[in-house]
């Protein structure tokens, strides 16, 4: 039996945020439920923000009601006490807070420093216990920052002690801007598995500049066995000047399951998902993999 890893799929919300042109909610759901058939179950549906501040993501309601009662892992985003109301009274049981390892990073995506970002999430921690939610933490510009530069590893290891202190159900090393490199990666990750154990930790990874499935790979190599991946490389944030993609989802399934990790997903299916989410956006790349991944297993890709 070969170890499980999970692979969270993001695209529905990293993924369509900052596309031009806007999903319906049903399009969403659509795209939604083609992941769940190819065996994923952890996916990142929505976000109950500001719909003036993030337009794309309007109708998070409607996305968590139609997939009700669906098996796995369902998350939605929320960025305040406000977002985990709305997500609460629709139904979510899963929501993922962002906090920050820069104030300059906090300001540009909700309009508040990180002390205030970090207030606010150790109230919804304590709000979601009473309500038996489960909440993900995840750190935004855990390297580098598009506003103030390099970021001290030390922040990222602090607010993971923080996190997992107050009860997160996992705390996500995200590199928001694709600026990481596999041996910053190993060295992060290596120590905070070490202090923490793999259980409640994950890696979110962008591939700006390349580097997306080899920081993958590094993190994987130091105990990481939960990561983010976006379908068909959809992505980028609206808030975070020149970021581009998330690492793609069939891309990173494909290496975990060469380093002999099961990820339960099927491949053919996934081809399907990522070739629905490119019929639906009309821009998302594809994974680097693709042509390959669509002749290895007699699919096609197009
Ligand atoms: N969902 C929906 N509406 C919300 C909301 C939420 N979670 N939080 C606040 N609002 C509404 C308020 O009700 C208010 O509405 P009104 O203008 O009709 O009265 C308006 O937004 C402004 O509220 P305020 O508290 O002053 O927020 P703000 O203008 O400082 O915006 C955020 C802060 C967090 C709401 C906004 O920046 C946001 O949604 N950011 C999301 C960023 C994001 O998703 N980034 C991608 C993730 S990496
Ligand atoms: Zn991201």
């Known amino acids: 039996m070969s170890e499980r890893v999970i692979v969270n799929d993001v695209g529905p919300r990293d993924g369509l945020q900052n596309q031009a042109k806007h999903l319906s909610p049903g399009e969403r759901v659509r795209l939604v439920q083609a992941l769940l058939a190819a065996g994923m179950?952890?996916?990142?549906?929505?976000?109950?923000?500001?719909?003036?501040?993030?337009?794309?993501?309007?109708?998070?309601?409607?996305?968590?009601a139609a997939l009700q009662g669906t098996p796995g892992t369902l998350s939605v985003l929320i960025p305040n006490m406000k977002g985990y109301e709305l997500a609460l009274a629709a139904g979510a049981r899963v929501m993922a807070m962002v906090v920050y390892a820069t104030d300059g990073m906090a300001r540009a995506n909700?309009?508040?420093?990180?002390?205030?970002?970090?207030?606010a999430t150790a109230e919804i921690l304590e709000r979601a216990r009473q309500d038996g939610v489960s909440v993900l933490t995840t750190i935004s510009v855990s390297f580098e920052c598009p506003f103030e530069g390099p970021v001290d590893p030390q922040v990222v290891q602090d607010a993971a002690d923080r996190m997992l202190d107050w009860g997160t159900a996992r705390f996500i090393v995200a590199d928001t801007i694709g600026a990481a490199a596999p041996d910053a990666v190993a060295s992060m990750m290596s120590d905070m598995v070490g202090r923490h154990g793999a259980g409640r930790l994950g890696c979110h990874f962008h591939d700006t500049r390349a580097l997306g499935l080899a920081n993958v790979y590094a993190a994987a190599n130091a105990g990481v066995r939960y990561f983010d991946a976006s379908i068909a490389g959809l992505g980028g944030c609206p808030f975070a000047p020149g970021a581009t993609g998330n690492v793609a989802t069939e891309d990173v399934v494909m290496l975990l399951e060469r380093l002999g990790l099961d990820t339960s997903i099927d491949m053919p299916a996934l081809l399907r998902a990522a070739d629905l989410a490119k019929d639906l956006t009309g821009t998302a790349p594809g994974g680097r993999a693709g042509t390959w991944l669509a002749q290895a297993f007699r699919e096609k890709a197009s």
Do not use: T, W
């Open 41 to 64: 179950d952890h996916v990142e549906v929505g976000a109950f923000v500001s719909p003036k501040a993030v337009p794309a993501m309007a109708g998070a309601a409607e996305i968590v």
């Open 110 to 119: 909700v309009g508040r420093d990180r002390a205030e970002v970090d207030a």
